[in-house]
């Protein structure tokens, strides 16, 4: 699928297709598309972080679908066509302890900068759609890709030692 953007909102841009990596929602989208109107895009606006959410166009009684949550936009963007998303399985590549700190406030937990450059370290080294997230119950960072780049790594291992000790499918 090639990479469309088209935009929204005199200013926003949305690229096509929208990667989307929740497990079963395949399924879920194709039965909102079909049976409640498309699905709506929320747009996120909430400068703290976040993510865009998605949710049917129309709720059970046919009514348009309320707004999710205060950190996104008012005006969702409906999306009718299966494929304007990109549904990806992400596979664990990479998994290491990581060192805690207490934030400047003392209410936040936060990563030790040594342990913040070896989690941007690792993320360069397996490519852009690199992602992680962090395993709390053994205090963990767990590297993820996309299963095709997984595979194409798994080839190329044997040649860089690098990724032998590291490669591993969950």
């Known amino acids: 699928m090639t990479m469309r953007t088209f935009p929204m909102f005199g200013v926003r841009w949305v690229k096509l297709p929208i ?67 990109e549904f990806v399985k992400m596979v664990e590549v990479k998994r290491f302890r990581v060192a805690l700190r207490r934030g400047a406030q003392g209410l936040s937990i936060k990563l030790t900068d040594a342990s913040s450059r070896k989690l941007r370290n690792w993320l360069d080294k397996f490519g852009p759609n690199s992602i992680y997230e962090f395993d709390y119950s053994v205090q963990e960072a767990v590297i993820l890709i996309p299963e095709n780049e997984f595979e194409e790594l798994n080839k190329t291992a044997s040649k860089k030692s690098l990724f032998k000790k590291t490669l591993r499918k969950m």
């Open 19 to 85: 990667r989307i990596t929740a497990p079963n929602a395949k399924e879920k989208f194709t039965d909102w598309i079909a049976n409640r109107g498309g699905v709506f895009q929320w747009l996120n606006v909430n400068l703290s972080g976040g993510n865009d959410l998605f949710t049917p166009a129309k709720d059970d009684a046919g009514n348009d679908y309320p707004k999710p949550h205060w950190g996104v936009d008012n005006k969702p963007i409906l999306i009718t066509d299966i494929s304007a998303f």
